[in-house]
């Protein structure tokens, strides 16, 4: 197949799931084109099935911000046609469900026909969706979308509740890459962190409000009064300077490391004890599934899809958004018993190769001709 990519190209889960998508239909064999206004992040290397196309916005006097969305529709056409796909997959419903719809009606008027599909990733429903001025083209779009997918039973379940969507929306599970992430020998890296045989924490985000970096910093002050302890910070964002004047202000600084936005994701997993995701909102927790392929347990709400993916009380430990303390006393009898702590990183792999990259690439690929299939038996 010729397979059309829309994704935002950031370090988000949507643009992470929607290029590592791309590059394992590559390898499988399909041609896939990714569209998006940079090269995504991870799209770091040349494979000869797989090729981008830059949308470009020449911002005009007239407009007081560039029009993306109308210049996505016109490369959106451009590729479809001069590159012969045989369906687009667009991640995040705004703006590209939108762009797909009205490139699919700008093409069938010149009789060419062809099926967009809309994974939904999360805050497109939950908070963009929602606002007003967004939502009858968010509920409109997806609608007409040919098919539609969800990353977990959460978010299937509040997009028919917040859209009406009558259309059926299958759930189909981030994945994760054993291949790349995996626990691996780095015992010289750990003891430059710590080098008294402290145990690791970790937290990796976007450092935006819904992450609650607050909470990570407060479960890790309590940890750090009972257990010697490093904390590693890997991401930036909004939050990230009030979070380093507060770990200074605690008196905590010297224990924890801000390492900024790391590509080798998995090289620092490979060195931690415990991954912290007390998140207000999480539609499936890609970070968490990354760090249990690591074999590192998790303690994370229970918010969103999370529950869908850390099991509490086997591969770690859920609790209420903002429940500091139980979140504290659950990393602290973790780390404080040595058998159980073995038990749940091994427990963490074996939840993580539930939802490894061979078992869920087959289900993108059955969702893609299902959509053909039922696509070609009705006219454009």
Same mark, same amino acid.
């Given at each position: 197949?010729?397979?059309?990519?829309?994704?935002?190209?950031?370090?988000?889960?949507?643009?992470?799931?929607?290029t590592?998508?791309?590059?394992?239909?590559?390898?499988?064999?399909?041609?896939?084109?990714?569209?998006?206004?940079?090269?995504?992040?991870?799209?770091?290397?040349?494979?000869?099935?797989?090729?981008?196309?830059?949308?470009?916005?020449?911002?005009?006097?007239l407009?007081?911000?560039?029009?993306?969305?109308?210049?996505?529709?016109?490369?959106?056409?451009?590729?479809?046609?001069?590159?012969?796909?045989?369906?687009?997959?667009?991640h995040?419903?705004?703006?590209?469900?939108?762009?797909?719809?009205?490139?699919?009606?700008?093409?069938?008027?010149?009789?060419?026909c062809?099926?967009?599909i809309?994974?939904?990733?999360g805050?497109?429903?939950?908070l963009v969706g929602?606002?007003?001025?967004?939502r009858?083209?968010?509920?409109f779009?997806?609608?007409?979308?040919?098919?539609?997918?969800?990353v977990?039973?959460?978010?299937?379940?509040?997009?028919?509740?917040?859209?009406?969507?009558?259309?059926?929306?299958?759930?189909?599970?981030n994945?994760?890459?054993?291949k790349?992430f995996?626990?691996?020998?780095?015992?010289?890296?750990k003891?430059?962190?710590?080098?008294?045989?402290?145990?690791i924490l970790?937290?990796?985000?976007? @450092?935006?409000?819904? !992450?609650?970096?607050?909470?990570?910093?407060?479960?890790? *002050?309590? =940890? &750090? /009064?009972?257990i010697?302890? #490093?904390?590693?910070?890997?991401?930036?964002g909004?939050?990230?300077?009030?979070?380093?004047?507060?770990?200074?202000?605690?008196?905590?600084w010297?224990?924890?490391?801000?390492?900024?936005?790391?590509?080798?994701?998995?090289e620092l997993?490979?060195?931690?004890?415990?991954f912290?995701?007390?998140?207000?909102y999480?539609?499936?927790?890609?970070?968490?599934?990354?760090?249990?392929?690591?074999?590192?347990?998790?303690?994370?709400?229970?918010?969103?899809?999370?529950?869908?993916?850390?099991?509490?009380?086997?591969?770690?430990?859920?609790?209420?958004v903002?429940d500091?303390?139980?979140?504290?006393?659950?990393?602290?009898?973790?780390?404080?018993?040595?058998?159980?702590l073995?038990?749940?990183?091994?427990?963490?792999?074996e939840?993580a190769?539930? @939802?490894?990259?061979? !078992?869920?690439?087959?289900?993108?690929?059955?969702?893609? *001709?299902? =959509? &053909? /299939?039922?696509?070609?038996k #009705?006219?454009?």
């Open positions: 197949m010729k397979i059309g990519i829309v994704c935002y190209p950031t370090y988000g889960g949507s643009g992470v799931v929607a590592e998508l791309g590059k394992a239909l590559a390898d499988k064999g399909h041609s896939v084109h990714f569209i998006s206004y940079k090269q995504p992040a991870r799209l770091e290397s040349f494979h000869e099935r797989i090729f981008y196309h830059e949308v470009t916005v020449n911002n005009y006097p407009f007081d911000y560039p029009p993306y969305e109308s210049a996505l529709v016109g490369k959106l056409v451009d590729v479809i046609e001069n590159e012969n796909l045989d369906l687009l997959h667009v995040y419903a705004i703006p590209h469900a939108a762009a797909a719809y009205m490139a699919k009606k700008i093409l069938a008027s010149k009789n060419k062809i099926p967009y809309t994974t939904l990733h805050t497109d429903i939950t929602k606002d007003e001025a967004f009858p083209l968010v509920a779009s997806i609608q007409e979308s040919d098919g539609i997918t969800a977990s039973e959460h978010l299937k379940n509040e997009t028919i509740a917040t859209f009406g969507i009558t259309k059926p929306i299958e759930v189909i599970p994945f994760v890459d054993l790349r995996q626990k691996s020998n780095k015992e010289h890296f003891k430059a962190i710590a080098p008294n045989g402290e145990k970790i937290h990796t985000s976007n @450092f935006r409000k819904v !992450k609650r970096v607050e909470d990570v910093v407060a479960v890790f *002050e309590n =940890v &750090l /009064k009972k010697p302890s #490093k904390l590693l910070l890997i991401g930036d909004p939050e990230r300077n009030h979070i380093e004047q507060m770990c200074r202000t605690q008196g905590i010297d224990n924890i490391r801000f390492l900024g936005k790391q590509d080798a994701l998995e997993l490979a060195l931690c004890d415990l912290l995701l007390p998140s207000e999480e539609s499936f927790g890609l970070a968490a599934l990354e760090a249990m392929a690591c074999m590192v347990p998790v303690i994370s709400s229970n918010a969103g899809g999370l529950p869908e993916v850390n099991v509490h009380n086997k591969t770690g430990f859920t609790a209420n903002g500091v303390e139980a979140m504290s006393n659950f990393a602290i009898d973790l780390l404080s018993n040595e058998q159980m073995q038990e749940f990183k091994l427990n963490a792999l939840r190769k539930q @939802f490894e990259l061979s !078992k869920i690439l087959p289900v993108y690929e059955k969702h893609y *001709e299902d =959509v &053909l /299939k039922n696509f070609r #009705k006219a454009c």
